[in-house]
Structures are given as structure tokens and as C-alpha cells.
């Protein structure tokens, strides 16, 4: 038989060995023994392990275990998903700075500090998109906790307006709003040591400084901010001197901010001024007086007030405001209390502040301090009608030294005789004037006797103009004639001693020998023509001018035997003026609208008369009334007038009689 070739392709199969058996774990029975728990020789059984019950098991949460770097990490990818439309992270990076408590939303210090500290990396990825995380940020509660953190914060705060300028007011508006009434729970944190309100704002302030040193820009965004966040009047008096006392303190690291920040607090104190003085004038004058005399007994240092208040509850804080029991004639003169108590420790406030700029040995600090002043007068104080207190910074300031006092006299002329100034601001400049020369015990004679003259040179000039076309009193046509002599007879009526030439032996009132020598008194020259002028003038400012003035004017005159007008002013009794001649509401002529509150409830008679307000009248808050002290000067009776005085009176009552038998 052939043999069979086989392709190559293919080989014989050669038979498969059985695989060997694979060892196992399980132990036959002859390895255990008759029990079958018995361990071969030479092996051990290990111990039971057994766990305490009673022991506490603490879980450590995600962020705990987390490093900075990894938290750095995690807000940038949360920051670069929220601008490409993922906000999920995003949101829970923000939650972390919004407190709940109840909700269980407290995060750890540690977990707020880690995330601030990575926000602070990425700075300049906060931009407009990233605006609500930036204002959640702002709004959290920073200020209360550890010093630590504070510094993180305001470091983080000035990378924020430094990268993204956007931001800049939001970060000062947060920072301004520290300087009000900060609640209690500011510093009291859990967790954190209680901190006091007064380092709380010290802190602020710190912050603020440090935002304005890293961008000088920025004080004017600060300024309007300023403006926006003062108290409104109806704020408690606590609100309003803890603002104002950290305006000025803004003042010692913000100088360019002086002029806005002081005018700014005059212009308040000025509203709330006018207010009390209106209110006042609604009121019966004991009941306003009583009203005065109930705060006396207060605290004089007002410093001090209000500085440490960190156990008082804001609440309690002039909560008579709120009582809904009282009526509402009631409730007026409770608010009118506490404006009144307002309006004294804020001007006492300004006193001190004023005093150590006054004090400074520089004469330019002094100059300048003055000029801050008037600046504030001629723009806020002088054009405002009724200011009563807030002008004393002014009268008592400016009689710190003879040149100081020229040059606040001066600046009022310059008003009063300038070409330019509005009708009504020269009105006014005329009774500041004049009132602060009757008033100011520390204007030296000179000064007087220049006011007079400079006051009656314009007269004269105003007399021969307006007399050359008009023989009639008009005090519509011609405001500017009659105030001037007003404060011409106002300055007589209490400087008169000034107006004599060697007056030595007048300066004891007592000795004042008016029976035997006032026929010889030797007038200034022109004190008698200007007098006679306002007497017989056919404008007739005797029937003009306010009728107290007039009258006092009378009877001085008439003792001192200068000028006889009583004459005058009992005819002018009897003659009565057209209707609706004075300055109303609107002067067609004067191309000015006028403040309607001294006209209202006067009469026909009193529409044509010019009002009796003068300035710097008596000075009445009790606490600030000790700066006016020593330079104001009350009023003096003159010698041998009592009969007199009584013998006008007794005439102005026949009048009256015979006044109503003629109607």
C-alpha cells in the first residue's frame, strides 16, 4: 500500500496531558480534628474585634478636608461655567455668603475665609457678569469678624476696585453704610468675640481709607454718596450725630472732601433749623419756651454722647415717636422736642470742630477756616429765610480776632452795595449785618461806626434815585432803600454808645447822665443827617420798617435828643397803605419769587411792612448756648427812659381806642 503524504499544512495531533489539579483552601478531615475546630500545630486563633457603643462618630463634611488650592480651583471653573451658562456652582458659591441660620446655612469660618481667599485670586475674572456674586460678597457680614479676616476682606475690596473700576461705588456705598447706626448684631457673630459698634466703624473707616489711598479718584464718587446717606429728618437724633461725627472724621483723611462734607452738614442742620423755628412759631411762646427748659437738665459734653452705645438697643431709641396713644397736637410737640434737642447737639458738635481750627497758630488756617464758613453762609444760610441757630457758628468764629471780624463785615457789604447779587440775597446781607454789629459784644467801635457810614452813604445814593421818579413808600419797588435803614436803626438802637465821640464816661449804664447832658452829646459825623434822612424821606421808611423797631427807635431818639420821630410814627398810624403793596409770593418787579412763610397770617397793614427778623436774636439751646457766651450782647436798657416808656404806652393804648371809635 502507498503511503499517504500529508500537506504540509497539516501535522499529526499528538494527545493532550490532563491538566494538574488546582489546590484548595478547604481542609480535609484529616487535617481538623474529631471536633472540627481544632488549629494545627504551630498557628494561632486571632481575637474577636469588638466596637464601643457608646463612642461619638464624627463625620468631617467635603469642604473641611479641602485644601486652598483645590477651593481656588473650584471658584474658577465655577466663575468660567457660570459665563458660559452653567450657574449651579456658581449659585452655591454665592450661598456661601449668605447667612441663614434657621436654615441651616451657617458656614464655617474657615469655609468663608477659603473662599474669600480664592475670590481674592480671581479678581479679575469678577466682571459685569459676575455682578450678584460681587454684591452678595459686599452685603455679608464681614465687618463683625476676626481681625484676620477683616484684613483679607478689605485686601480683597481694594483688589476689586483696583481690577474692576465698575465696582468702585458699590464698595463705597457698602462702606459708607457702616457709618450710620450699625444694629448690634454687626458684631456679634457666633463663633467670633463680640465686637463694640465703635470698632466696627473704626474698621470701616479703615477700609475707606485705604479704597481712597488706592484710588484718589474715587472721593468724587465718595461725595454724593455722602450726601445720599445722611439721615433724613425724621431719624432719631442718635442717627444723626453718629453720621455726622464720622463725616468729620472722613475730613482727617479725605481733605479734599472738607468743603462738600461741611456744607453738607449745614445744609442739614439748616432744614432741620427752619423746621424747629417754624414749628416754633405755630406754638404759643410759653409753650415753646416750656419746651426748651425740658431739655436742660441733658448732658452738656455732647462729645460723648452717643460714643459708646453699644449696650443700647436701637429700639429703645426714641421710641415716643411711635407711640400711637398720644394725640397728634401731642405727638407734634414730641417731635418738636427732639428736633430742637437734634438741631443743639449737632450745632455743639460744630462748635467743637470749628474750635480747633480757630485755635491753630497759623493765621491762614484761621483765614481759611473763615472762608469755609462763609461759603456755607452765602450759598446755604443767607438764602434761606428763618434760620435761627445754625448762623452762630459764623457770629461766634468770626469775633475771634479784629481781622476776622472786617472781614465778615466786609463780605456783607460787598452783598448789600454789589451790583450783581439778587434783590433778596441783598435784603438778607443788610439784617445779617446788621444784626451782627448791634449783637457781637467783641466788635470794636471803629467797626461799628465803618458799618454806619458804608450803610449810610448807600442809603443816601438809594434816596436820591428812587425820590427823583417816585414820592410814594412802596416797599415792592424798593426793598433794598428799606432794609438798609432798618439795620440802620437796628444799629442804632443797641450801638448808639458807639456813635458818640469820647464816650468814656457813658460806659457805666448807671452813670449815663442823660437829664443833665444829653443835649451835648457829640455825634460821629453824619449820625444825625442819615436819622433825619429816614425821618423825613417822602419814601418813609418810618411806616415801612417793622413797627417794634420803628418804635423803640422813637423813644431812643427821643431821650437822647438826636432826632424827634415820634411825630412822625403817630401820623404814619393813621395813614394806610393800597393793598397787597408789599412782597408777595411773587415780585413781578423783583423778578423773584418769595418765600411765602413770613406773609402768612399777616395782615393787610402787615403785607406793606417789612419783617422784624433780625439773625442773630437771642441764641436759646441750652447746651450750645455756652459757646455764645462772652460774645453776645444782650440788651441795655437806657437810663431816665422808664417814664417815658410808660407814658408811649399809655398813648399807643389811646390810640388804639381812638383807632377803633373811627372805624
Not at 462734607?261 to 411762646?285: A, G, H, N, P, R
Not at 460787598?414 to 459784644?441: D, Q, W
Not at 464816661?505 to 452813670?511: G, K, L
Amino acid at each position: 500500500m502507498a503511503p499517504v503524504i500529508l500537506p504540509a499544512s497539516m501535522s499529526v495531533a499528538t494527545p493532550v496531558k490532563s491538566l494538574p489539579r488546582r489546590p484548595t483552601l478547604k481542609r480535609n478531615a484529616s487535617e481538623m480534628g474529631s471536633d472540627g475546630d481544632s488549629i494545627p500545630s504551630g498557628l494561632s486563633k486571632r481575637p474577636k474585634v469588638s466596637f464601643d457603643t457608646d463612642v461619638k462618630v464624627r463625620v468631617l463634611g467635603e469642604e473641611w478636608e479641602k485644601e486652598p488650592s483645590i477651593i481656588r480651583e473650584e471658584v474658577r471653573r465655577a466663575i468660567e461655567k457660570h459665563k458660559a451658562g452653567d450657574s449651579s456652582s456658581y449659585n452655591r458659591l454665592k450661598s456661601i455668603y449668605i447667612s441663614n441660620t434657621e436654615a441651616g446655612n451657617q458656614h464655617s469660618a474657615t469655609e468663608v475665609k477659603n473662599h474669600t481667599l480664592a475670590l481674592y485670586g480671581h479678581v479679575s475674572r469678577l466682571d459685569k457678569s459676575c455682578s450678584d456674586l460681587v454684591f452678595t460678597v459686599l452685603e455679608s457680614n464681614w465687618i463683625g469678624r476676626d481681625e484676620q479676616y477683616v484684613s483679607l476682606f478689605v485686601k480683597f475690596l481694594g483688589n476689586i476696585v483696583s481690577a474692576q473700576s465698575g465696582f468702585i461705588g458699590g464698595v463705597l456705598e457698602m462702606l459708607v453704610g457702616k457709618l450710620g447706626q450699625i444694629p448690634l448684631s454687626a458684631g456679634q457673630i457666633s463663633d467670633f468675640p463680640s465686637v463694640k459698634r465703635s470698632q466696627l466703624q473704626s474698621r470701616a473707616h479703615s477700609a475707606l481709607q485705604y479704597i481712597l489711598a488706592l484710588v484718589p479718584a474715587a472721593s468724587s464718587i465718595l461725595a454724593p454718596i455722602l450726601s445720599k446717606n445722611f439721615p433724613i429728618p425724621s431719624d432719631t437724633t442718635k442717627a444723626h450725630v453718629i453720621y455726622t461725627k464720622n463725616l468729620l472724621k472722613i475730613i482727617a483723611y479725605t481733605p479734599e472732601l472738607r468743603s462738600h462734607i461741611l456744607s453738607l452738614i449745614t445744609d442739614k442742620l439748616v432744614k432741620i433749623d427752619v423746621e424747629v423755628q417754624v414749628d416754633m412759631d405755630d406754638l404759643e411762646d410759653e409753650v415753646g419756651e416750656d419746651m426748651i427748659n425740658s431739655i436742660t437738665q441733658m448732658p452738656i459734653n455732647s462729645s460723648e454722647l452717643f460714643d459708646d452705645v453699644d449696650d443700647v438697643d436701637d429700639d429703645d431709641t426714641e421710641s415716643i415717636l411711635s407711640d400711637e396713644s398720644i394725640d397728634a397736637d401731642e405727638e407734634r410737640r414730641k417731635q418738636l422736642k427732639f428736633n430742637i434737642e437734634k438741631m443743639d447737639i449737632i450745632m455743639d458738635i460744630m462748635f467743637d470742630y470749628y474750635k480747633t481750627m480757630f485755635t491753630a497758630a497759623s493765621f491762614d488756617v484761621r483765614e481759611h477756616a473763615l472762608e469755609h464758613l462763609f461759603r456755607q453762609f452765602t450759598n446755604i444760610i443767607l438764602p434761606t429765610y428763618r434760620s435761627r441757630h445754625t448762623q452762630f457758628l459764623l457770629f461766634h468764629f468770626s469775633q475771634t480776632s479784629p481781622t476776622l471780624i472786617k472781614h465778615f463785615t466786609s463780605a456783607c457789604s460787598e452783598i448789600i452795595i454789589g451790583k450783581n447779587r439778587p434783590a433778596h440775597l441783598k435784603r438778607s446781607a443788610a439784617a445779617y449785618l446788621a444784626s451782627f454789629v448791634a449783637r457781637g459784644a467783641r466788635v470794636p467801635a471803629e467797626v461799628v461806626r465803618d458799618i454806619w457810614n458804608v450803610l449810610s452813604i448807600q442809603l443816601h445814593k438809594l434816596r436820591a434815585e428812587y425820590e427823583s421818579t417816585d414820592s410814594r413808600p412802596n416797599l415792592r419797588r424798593y426793598p433794598q432803600f428799606y432794609s438798609i435803614a432798618q439795620a440802620l436803626l437796628y444799629i442804632f438802637c443797641f450801638r448808639w454808645r458807639d456813635l458818640i465821640i469820647e464816650r468814656d464816661s457813658f460806659d457805666d449804664e448807671e452813670e449815663e447822665p442823660f437829664a443833665a447832658n444829653v443835649e451835648n452829646l457829640n455825634w460821629i459825623p453824619g449820625v444825625k443827617g442819615t436819622l433825619e434822612t429816614i425821618k423825613t424821606s417822602k419814601l418813609n421808611p418810618l411806616k415801612i420798617c417793622s413797627p417794634p423797631i420803628v418804635m423803640e427807635f422813637a423813644r431812643l431818639a427821643y431821650n437822647l435828643k438826636v432826632v424827634y420821630a415820634i411825630s412822625v410814627v403817630e401820623s404814619n398810624k393813621h395813614l394806610h397803605l393800597p393793598r397787597f403793596q408789599g412782597l408777595g409770593a411773587f415780585d413781578p418787579i423783583l423778578g423773584e419769587l418769595n418765600r411765602e412763610t413770613a406773609l402768612d397770617g399777616k395782615d393787610d397793614e402787615a403785607l406793606n411792612q417789612l419783617d422784624s427778623y433780625f439773625p442773630f436774636d437771642p441764641y436759646n439751646l441750652p447746651r450750645s448756648k455756652r459757646w455764645i457766651e462772652g460774645f453776645y450782647l444782650e440788651w441795655k436798657g437806657v437810663g431816665g427812659t422808664e417814664d417815658t416808656d410808660k407814658n408811649d404806652d399809655d398813648d399807643d393804648d389811646d390810640d388804639e381806642d381812638d383807632d377803633e371809635d373811627d372805624d
